[in-house]
């Protein structure tokens, strides 16, 4: 596998220059649900409405997925299901840091610690390493948002977690929400995967939908 839906939000959240994260609470949760979703389409984990369970514990090959089917399979203490906003909402944090260490174990960005005015406590960046992967993300995106190309699963259930997560800026920086919302609202909700696949995605959307306006909320009450 090549890399995965959780890395390819977290890659694009990052600054190149700085290797800060921009939005990092939306893109957090949608990293934790590109990993869920990304196990869905291996097989390993199933969803059906505000619900999922682990299926298959056999190993994918991709330790950011294994190390997850674990986790998940810890969790779950023998329950059959449980609630994907519950997941998300413990794994968001964690996902971020699995899917940066996966970034830079491939060469994609490189890890840096610096302090602020040399008196704050260290802080991690991850500025860019090789901008080739970035580039070819963006241009599937673009080619499918844009110009129309038909997107494959892999791109589509992608493009379904951006839009879902409010994270369009992040994809398209150059380009009003206006310009980009309609076709990725058309491609998530599209017939582009298998009725299970196609499910998921819903259920997911709809999850991703409730956790970011619970942290809306508290943001808001706070």
Do not use: C
Not at 157 to 185: C, E, K, V, Y
């Amino acid at each position: 596998m090549g890399i995965t839906l959780a890395e390819e939000i977290m890659l694009l959240s990052l600054d190149d220059e700085s290797g800060s994260a921009k939005q990092r609470q939306a893109a957090g949760w949608a990293v934790a649900g590109g990993i869920l979703l990304e196990l869905v389409l291996a097989g390993r984990v199933s969803v059906t409405g505000k619900y999922f369970a682990l299926v298959d514990t056999s190993p994918t090959g991709e330790p950011l997925l294994d190390s997850r089917t674990g986790l998940i399979g810890t969790w779950l203490r023998g329950r059959s299901n449980r609630r994907v906003t519950d997941w998300l909402t413990k794994d968001h944090t964690k996902a971020v840091a699995a899917a940066l260490e996966g970034l830079r174990g491939r060469g994609v960005v490189l890890e840096t610690e610096h302090r602020v005015l040399g008196l704050f406590p260290l802080r991690r960046r991850y500025p860019a390493a090789d901008g080739s992967v970035e580039e070819a993300l963006r241009a599937r995106l673009r080619s499918v948002v844009i110009e129309g190309a038909e997107p494959d699963e892999r791109t589509a259930g992608l493009i379904a977690l951006i839009h879902s997560a409010g994270l369009h800026r992040l994809a398209f920086p150059d380009l009003p929400r206006r310009q980009t919302a309609p076709r990725m609202a058309e491609i998530a909700t599209g017939q582009w995967a298998a009725d299970s696949v196609r499910a998921a995605i819903r259920d997911m959307q709809a999850a991703m939908a409730a956790v970011t306006v619970m942290t809306a909320a508290a943001a808001a009450a706070g």
